[in-house]
C-alpha cells in the first residue's frame, strides 16, 4: 500500500495536463478524447447496470472510443472490462486470431509471466497506427521495471502514464517523447 502511494505522489509531481503538451498527437488525444465531457460511459450501457462506472473505467472507454480501433486482442481482460472496450467500438472484431491488432490491452495479473519474448512476439503483431493499452502500470514496483522497459524498446516512440494505464505507440513520423499525463 505504501508503494502505491508514493508511485502516485510521484505520479502527480511529474505529471501535466494538455497546456504542457507540445506533441499535437497527444494534445488532440487529451482534448478531444480523455478530456471530452460528451464522451460518457453510464451504468444504463453496462450489461449490469447495478455496476459503478469507475474513472478508470470511464478512462478505458475513452482511449478506445477515441482511437477507434479496428482490432484488438485481449491479454487478460476481465468481462467486464472485455465489455467496456467493446462498447468504446462495437465495430471492432475483440480476440479474433489475426496477423495485425490495431490495439492490445494488457491486463496486470499477467505482468509475471510477460517475458522478452511474449513482448517481441507482441511488437510482431502491430503496425505504425497500431498501440497498446498496459492497465496499471503502478501497482507494484515488477509492474513499474516492466513499463520502464517498453518505453525503452527501439520500436516504441511515445508512451503516455495516465497512472491507471499506460498507452504505447509505435508511430514511426513522431519524435520519440514519454509524457506523463493527468487524465
Known sequence: MIFRIQSYLQFLWHSKNEHGVHSPFVFLLLTQGLYNKKIRLTANDLSNQNER????QQLLYKIIRYFEPKSILTIGANPFEKEIIALGNPK???DIDI??????YIHSQLFPSITDTT????????ENDSFWIVENIHSNA???TLWEKLKQNPKVTVTIDTYHFGLVFFRKEQVEEHFILRA
Request: hydrophobic share 40%; aromatic share 4%.
Open 53 to 56: 462506472v469507475s474513472k478508470k
Open 92 to 94: 471492432a472484431t475483440i
Open 99 to 104: 496477423a495485425i491488432y490495431n490495439c492490445i
Open 119 to 126: 513482448i517481441e512476439q507482441l511488437l510482431n503483431t502491430t
Open 142 to 144: 515488477a509492474t513499474e
